[in-house]
């Protein structure tokens, strides 16, 4: 979603808010289109640390203007998902007439149906119960390292892992865009075991979206760890038995332990 002015925005939520929680993507309520400021499409792909083989997917992508400036200015392959027919079209003309028609992708739908499972970055100006709807949708088919960012609106059940305030200019001057952004995590809750030559090495994991905390045992004792963090596929946690930093693959946790000054490799499998 990309609308006239602020007002219409704000008139829209509180139509919607009297009118008892009506569906964003329904036939009775069409979102509104409010425009991303130039300045705000720029720090929002920044934000989104862009790097080569990235796939940018913009949920309510209006006019293109995401998806555009990532494959004109990243060199990067582009996906707009939008629900007004004749703003894909629009779209699909301004990306030829920028040159990255041959990176952009601009496709008629609800996004709530759309096929998240090709991005690596997500970019959104969506209403706010349209983000939380969307929640178990990007868990469920984003990978994990996947970059959300929105403009304006949060998650109210996800905490991001970081937020940017951007002062507006032009005929936004004086007001400030907020961005959010989230790193999909792993799926990491549960128990995982590293077998070392002094004996078996347990972790218990205990898991809300990217806050974690890890538990562990050295055959049966045990040890408690701090600053235990989860971004995307990277782990990190400190003990008294040693500092550990790794990353998560699918069945397995493979990192280093730092402990007295030196260090070792260490793979913990995930247990049944």
């Known amino acids: ?28 309520v069409v979102p509104p289109f409010v425009t991303t400021p130039p300045e705000v499409v720029e720090r929002m792909l920044a934000f989104a640390q862009i790097r080569h083989g990235d796939v940018v997917m ?16 990243y060199g990067v392959r582009g996906i707009g998902v939008e629900l007004d027919a004749a703003l894909v079209a629009a779209a699909r003309e301004n990306a030829q007439r920028a040159g990255v028609e041959q990176l952009t992708t601009f496709l008629h739908g609800d996004v709530l149906k759309a096929n998240l499972s090709s991005a690596s970055v997500v970019t959104a100006y ?17 990978a994990p390292g996947t970059r959300i ?56 994991v205990e898991q809300n979206f990217q806050q974690i905390e890890v538990g562990g045992a050295i055959g049966d004792a045990t040890f408690t760890t701090t600053n235990s963090r989860l971004r995307g596929t990277q782990m990190e946690w400190q003990s008294a038995v040693g500092n550990f930093a790794g990353r998560v693959l699918s ?22």
């Open 1 to 28: 979603m990309t609308g006239r002015v602020a007002a219409r925005l704000a008139g829209f939520l509180a139509a919607v808010a009297c009118a008892g929680g009506v569906r964003a993507q329904s036939a009775e």
């Open 58 to 73: 913009d949920l309510g992508s209006g006019d293109g203007r995401i998806v555009i400036a990532a494959a004109k200015n």
């Open 126 to 142: 969506l209403l706010p119960w349209l983000m939380d709807q969307l929640e178990p949708k990007f868990l469920a088919e984003l």
């Open 251 to 272: 069945f397995q946790i493979v990192g280093t332990l730092t402990a007295n000054g030196a260090s070792r490799s260490m793979v913990f499998a995930r247990q049944e």
């Open 149 to 204: 960012v929105s403009h304006a609106f949060p998650m109210s059940g996800w905490a991001p892992d970081a937020t940017q305030e951007i002062p507006l200019t032009g005929e936004h001057a004086g007001r400030n865009a907020q961005l959010y952004l989230w790193v999909v995590p792993a799926q990491i809750r549960g128990e995982w075991l590293s077998v070392q030559p002094e004996g078996e090495w347990r972790l218990r």
